[in-house]
T-cell receptor
Framework: DTAVSQTPKYLVTQMGNDKSIKCEQN?????MYWYKQDSKKFLKIMFS???????INETVPNRFSPKSPDKAHLNLHINSLELGDSAVYFC?????????????????FGSGTQLSVL | AQSVAQPEDQVNVAEGNPLTVKCTYS??????LFWYVQYPNRGLQFLLK??????LVKGSYGFEAEFNKSQTSFHLKKPSALVSDSALYFC????????????FGAGTTVTVRA
């Protein structure tokens, strides 16, 4: 069984559309993340949830909205897609998010969603 | 503030030769340090981490990294590289005094030629 699975693997859409990417982890982890990897492979965190509570919310457009219905799922909804949103989006999870003084447990990544906005 | 720099975009080595991927970090306090590897069309995979204690950390696939506080470095090393080590390598850091957020470097592409 895949530990962190995200769907779809590829997403090609027109500017202005609304789309969602789904992520599920079966590791029993408490913390889940969304990362964006741009065309230069630079990796930047977008959001993190710990036990369904938002703990990291980086400076991303409010067109991006994460939703965590339960600990095992963290979905990413994107409104009014723009050309600059084209990237690979990675979901990840960890047992612990790493509170002050406590080290992060290692992250487990999904295989990515390649989003292309035309 | 915390940040990490990987000064080399690319590293090319011959199979069987030693491999080093450089990483330097900047934190206001003490760091937690990590290395991840990304194979083509895959998500990142954890290699190793430094939390505290012994400066030499051993990880997966024969990799190790040495924490050097005076040089603020955490270079990844492998004594004898394999063609299958060809991948994109990321260093990451978190200040122990902050919470949750890892900062990743820009990545270093390693190519091991047969």
């Amino acid at each position: 069984d895949t530990a962190v699975s995200q769907t779809p693997k590829y997403l090609v859409t027109q500017m202005g559309n609304d789309k969602s990417i789904k992520c599920e982890q079966n590791l029993g982890h408490d913390t889940m993340y969304w990362y964006k990897q741009d065309s230069k492979k630079f990796l930047k965190i977008m959001f993190s949830y710990n036990n369904k509570e938002l703990i990291i919310n980086e400076t991303v457009p409010n067109r991006f909205s994460p939703k965590s219905p339960d600990k095992a799922h963290l979905n990413l909804h994107i409104n009014s897609l723009e050309l600059g949103d084209s990237a690979v989006y990675f979901c990840a999870s960890s047992q612990d998010g790493g509170s002050v003084g406590q080290p992060n447990e290692k992250l487990f990544f999904g295989s990515g969603t390649q989003l292309s906005v035309l | 503030a915390q940040s990490v720099a990987q000064p080399e975009d690319q590293v090319n080595v011959a199979e069987g030769n030693p491999l080093t991927v450089k990483c330097t970090y900047s934190v206001s306090g003490n760091p937690y340090l990590f290395w991840y590897v990304q194979y083509p069309n895959r998500g990142l995979q954890f290699l190793l981490k430094y939390i505290t204690g012994d400066n030499l950390v051993k990880g997966s696939y024969g990799f190790e990294a040495e924490f050097n506080k005076s040089q603020t470095s955490f270079h990844l090393k492998k004594p004898s590289a394999l063609v299958s080590d060809s991948a994109l390598y990321f260093c990451a850091v978190r200040d122990k005094g902050s919470d949750y957020k890892l900062s990743f470097g820009a990545g270093t592409t390693v190519t091991v030629r047969a």
